[in-house]
């Protein structure tokens, strides 16, 4: 495919293929070197392979690029994961992520239809527009993000629990915690906002990392 490319776009001075793999391109250093007068935006736009979806979309965002925009078709059911509020019915650990960074959006449903030969899962497109700085203010985002991992990784169980299991804190200092930020000791993760999350993230932090 790369020589196929290559010979159909070869009199195009505005087109180049990188043979590289996304998880370890420095997208920051590619993107500096081919800014100019006419490229005043970058964007991203891809079809991306399913089974490393979340990999590649937590890279884009968490390396800062310079880019206005990321659109990217994925299965249906990611990308309803992706684009939901955090604490709706499909949200998870990505959902939280993705909209600390952005303003997700779906922009189409694609069938599996559309592909021949068709595949067993359908798709969307969505596109997800970066934010000038983070939707909320936090003092420690790779810990915001830790707790946010293990809320996720015991669904099941209550916040109170899972942050326990994953020794952010004693049982009696986690239930001092959500008692003193107004959480109901059943509260469990996918229920709570951003906000929250940055809330509990600051107390832990301040009071319980010391």
Known sequence: MIDILNER??????????NQDVLKVDMCKLIKENKNDNLKNAKIVANLPYYIT????????????????????????????????????????????VNYYTEPNKVIDVPNTSFIPAPEVNSSVIKLNILDKPSVKVENEELL?????????????????GLTNGKLG???????????????????????????????SDYIGKKLTK
């Open 145 to 161: 993000f830790k707790i946010i991992k293990v809320a996720f990784m015991q669904k099941r169980k209550t916040l109170l629990n």
């Open 9 to 18: 776009f070869k009199f195009y001075n505005n087109f180049k293929i990188i």
């Open 54 to 97: 979340t990999p590649i979309i937590m890279k884009l965002l968490e390396d800062r690029l310079d880019i206005k925009s990321i659109t990217v078709m994925v299965q249906k059911e990611v990308a309803d994961r992706l684009v939901d509020k955090p604490g709706g019915k499909n949200s998870g650990a990505i959902t939280y992520g």
């Open 170 to 200: 004693t049982k009696e200092e986690i239930e001092k915690m959500l008692t003193d930020l107004g959480f109901d000791l059943r509260v469990r993760g996918e229920k709570l906002s951003l906000y929250d999350f940055a809330k509990i």
